[in-house]
């Protein structure tokens, strides 16, 4: 028998999503086996019809100190959201596309599964980023994103002009159809569609990249991650704005609302498999060759 170095472990994944049901349904059946207690996400074991130990999400991160989400990175980026809150660790088996922060493949992650449950795996931090909206002064809205944060038009897109400071220190006043600001996690995300840099996870940095600038001097700046990031909308009649936090939660923006972006003040706690490393992920996910000789 496997003697695990966790106490309980939460089940996340998407419901109703037959391949990654059949994951949750191999996993518990692992879990089973080696006697490991667990909690799962109440929506998932109601789509499963299991009638093992159930909480709300938001109440999982109290109960376990080890989280297996299932899905792909939009499920991970949920529920890290929310985990990141509790001092949990995270790891993810891959059920969608890319897959950068699910390290485990559906069809092999016994083995490793075991190793991180025996205690043998590896230890990472994320930042998150906190976004806050506030109007004559007051605060309207607020939300975490792991990847980015990004001001963007809603309905039609268009551009819009909008200003950047940096710890106070005015940057640029930019046209644009938008603003991301990227973490390091976020740098392989949309940032990288649009153009922005690879940033490496140990670094303490975040991007600040023009969504199709009306300059062609825009080049997205690479700042430091204790920096706080304010926007302000320079367009009076442009209401129709919005700031997406990893494309999941969105907060309305209003002509003269300043947007204040700076580091949240908890972290993601990821654990990855012994055989974990970085640059393997990068070739791999984006189809780089390994060596030309």
């Given amino acids: 028998m496997t003697t695990s170095v966790f106490n309980k472990v939460a089940i996340i994944g998407k419901p109703d999503h037959q391949g990654a049901n059949e994951t949750v349904l191999a996993l518990l059946e692992l879990m089973a086996r080696i006697d490991q207690a667990v909690v799962i996400e109440e929506r998932l074991a109601k789509s499963i019809g299991c009638e093992s130990p159930t909480a709300p999400l938001n109440e999982l991160g109290e109960q376990a100190d080890l989280a297996i989400v299932v899905g792909g990175d939009g499920n991970m980026l949920g529920a890290a959201r929310v985990l990141s809150r509790y001092n ?54 607020a939300n975490t ?48 569609s649009g153009g922005g840099p690879i940033l490496t996870q140990d670094l303490d940095a975040m991007c600040l990249l023009p969504m199709f600038p009306h300059t062609l001097s825009a080049r997205p700046i690479v700042i430091k991650a204790d920096s706080e990031v304010k926007l302000r909308v320079l367009d009076e009649n442009d209401d129709d704005l919005m700031i997406s936090c990893d494309g999941h939660v969105t907060l309305a923006v209003m002509p003269g609302d300043e947007i204040i972006i700076r580091k949240a003040n908890h972290r993601l706690r990821l654990v990855h498999p012994p055989c974990y490393n970085y640059y393997e992920v990068l070739r791999s996910k984006l189809g780089w060759a390994s060596k030309l000789f």
Avoid at 90 to 97: A, D, E, F, S
Avoid at 113 to 131: A, H, I, K, P, S
Avoid at 152 to 158: V, Y
């Fill in 145 to 192: 994103a792991v990847n980015e944060a990004v001001l963007h038009p809603g309905k039609i897109a268009h551009m819009i002009a909008f200003e950047v400071a940096v710890d106070d220190d005015f940057v640029f006043q930019q046209r644009a159809d938008g603003l991301i600001v990227s973490t390091p996690t976020g740098s392989t995300a949309y940032s990288l």
């Fill in 88 to 141: 949990v660790a995270v790891i993810g088996v891959n059920r969608g596309n890319l897959g950068f922060l699910t390290d485990l493949s559906p069809d092999s992650f016994e083995q490793p599964l075991l190793d991180v449950l025996q205690g043998n795996y590896q230890t990472e931090y994320r930042f998150l980023l906190n976004t806050e909206v506030y109007r004559h002064g007051q605060l309207k809205s």
